[in-house]
């Protein structure tokens, strides 16, 4: 006698917040691929997050860039909702 494990998926929106099981947490996530999200490292903490887990405030600074020639460039980015709570610039 076999046994099989059958896991039916739960359905999942993009924006809903992440499952805490391993196969749900694919399935999350292959909804949010799907629907041509791209993940966004945070500013602060440099995890990788979906857009509607940063902070939708845009956050930049100078920079000195050497590469191809000195110049200053400018460097945007988001930090998630966790870094911001905290206060993290
Ligand atoms: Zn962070």
Redesign the pocket.
């Known amino acids: 006698m076999r046994n099989f494990i059958i896991d039916i998926g739960s359905s999942f929106k993009v924006g809903d917040p992440c499952p805490t099981g391993y196969n749900d947490r694919i399935a999350w996530a292959q909804v949010h691929m799907d629907a041509g999200l791209k993940q966004e490292r ?1 500013g ?2 440099s ?1 990788w997050f979906w857009p509607h887990e940063l902070h939708p405030e845009t956050r930049s600074f100078m920079a000195s860039r050497i590469k191809h020639g000195p110049a200053n460039v400018k460097v945007e980015y988001r ?2 909702l ?2 911001h709570e905290k206060g ?1 610039k």
């Open positions: 945070c602060h903490c995890l930090v998630c966790t870094c993290e």
